[in-house]
């Protein structure tokens, strides 16, 4: 990869837009692909749509340095990046749409020896058919370079960071890098060698996507064993984060923590992905996500048992993000559980709490018993009080000034134990 070479990233969302980043900062020319208008207008100005921990200076740099802007139509380019969204279709199998809307795009700009990675979460086989997309649009390539075709590399590259540490891991873990040919894996490897410091390793493409997929359903599963944990202690009203916290003093036990749910755009989502792949054989990964698909309806029996016992009932909600400290609501049982308690009381006055939001999601904007309040005023004026997420600012509150005593608590994350 040399600082001439340009680099389009067709997907400007949490991993697309701090990708793009992060190679402008390291000589990279990158044009970043987004079909939303305001994204674009928005990175054009230097600025940046969603909240991620020093994304918006990379941004505002790489921008005023010239080696990034943002357009709604693929460009010509050395090597592109597709990070796309892959959500569900039915049954839990993978929508590829996004996948090939962005193939299209880049086939339509391919003169030969370019470079292809796919960084989106996919199921298996996803790579094979975003080249497959490109080589039925353009007949005149090939993976191989036979019949004196002009030939393209192909590569899978999944994504391994943690919302609210993008930028740093983006840098500093190692990557996977599965290619359909030898040949587009090693040059895989010399972009991300240009910005990556963690151990790159190569492979094929359907182990590359397998990787990323099993990772997460690993923790998938131990958060499963946590929340069934949960419910078992509850039912012998023993507390279940005394329990882990003395379990994991055996010095090979590592009990994770349970919770309302899983969110998120990777644990939530990829199990599913393996389960639609080879579902005869995904017993385990199966049963590890309905045991945490079915926590938030738990969670609201619950409060709704709690609120029976009170006339018009007023319920704080702490927390709608999928996890702590950001502002990421994608998958998130927080905001699920929230929707839903608002249609099962609907005599109850809700009070959805998130620092890191400015206006509901439309579908609780929509509910006329759900508003968006302070911390504080929230459980001021609260009956109920219900720990979804554990922000810092909730973590860090007075328990004492908040008259905690006073409310019926419900705490699905152990902080005010």
């Given at each position: ?33 987004d079909?939303?208008?305001a994204?674009?207008d ?62 299209d ?33 353009r ?8 019949d004196?075709r ?9 994504e ?10 983006l ?6 890098v ?29 182990t590359?996507e ?18 069934e ?14 329990l882990?916290?003395?379990?994991n ?7 994770l ?48 048992a ?26 998130s049982p ?7 308690l ?18 509901l ?57």
């Amino acid at each position: 990869m040399t600082d001439q070479q340009t680099v389009a990233v067709v997907g400007l969302g949490y991993i697309g837009l701090p990708t793009a980043a992060v190679l402008a900062m390291h000589g990279s020319h990158v044009i970043g692909v987004d079909v939303n208008q305001a994204t674009v207008d928005a990175v054009n100005r230097g600025e940046v749509p969603f909240v991620e921990p020093d994304l918006e200076i990379a941004v505002a740099g790489a921008v005023s340095q010239g080696r990034l802007k943002a357009d709604t139509t693929t460009p010509q380019a050395d090597v592109y990046i597709v990070a796309v969204p892959t959500p569900f279709a039915e049954g839990y199998a993978a929508d590829l749409s996004y996948i090939e809307a962005a193939a299209d795009g880049i086939a339509d700009q391919l003169t030969g020896g370019e470079l292809v990675i796919l960084e989106s979460t996919s199921p298996p086989g996803a790579t094979q058919h975003m080249a497959d997309r490109i080589l039925a649009r353009r007949p005149d390539l090939s993976l191989d370079g036979r019949d004196s075709r002009r030939q393209i590399h192909v590569a899978h590259c999944p994504e391994r960071v943690l919302p609210g540490r993008v930028m740093i891991e983006l840098i500093t873990n190692d990557r996977i890098v599965g290619g359909l040919t030898k040949k587009a894996a090693e040059l895989a490897k010399s972009l991300y060698q240009t910005f990556c410091q963690g151990e790159i390793m190569l492979t094929d493409a359907v182990t590359a996507e397998m990787a990323k997929l099993v990772e997460n359903s690993y923790r998938d599963v131990n958060i499963a064993f946590a929340n069934e944990l949960s419910l078992i202690s509850a039912k012998l009203g023993i507390d279940v984060w005394e329990l882990i916290e003395l379990a994991n003093h055996h010095p090979r036990v590592n009990i994770l923590q349970p919770g309302p749910g899983v969110g998120g755009h990777c644990i939530a989502v990829d199990p599913w992905f393996i389960v639609s792949s080879v579902p005869e054989h995904a017993n385990l990964i199966r049963t590890a996500r309905e045991v945490n698909d079915a926590k938030p309806g738990q969670v609201i029996e619950r409060v709704v048992a709690k609120a029976a016992r009170l006339k018009d009932p007023r319920i704080a909600a702490l927390g709608l993000a999928f996890k702590p400290d950001i502002d990421d609501l994608r998958e998130s049982p927080a905001r699920r559980i929230v929707a839903r308690l608002a249609d099962e009381l609907p005599d109850a006055e809700i009070y959805a709490v998130e620092p890191h939001i400015e206006q509901l999601p439309r579908e609780l904007a929509e509910r006329s018993n759900v508003s968006l309040m302070p911390f504080e005023a929230a459980v001021r004026d609260a009956d109920i009080v219900l720990m979804l997420v554990d922000h810092e600012t909730f973590r860090a509150a007075d328990r004492r000034k908040l008259k905690l005593r006073e409310k019926i608590v419900i705490d699905t994350r152990g902080v005010w134990r």
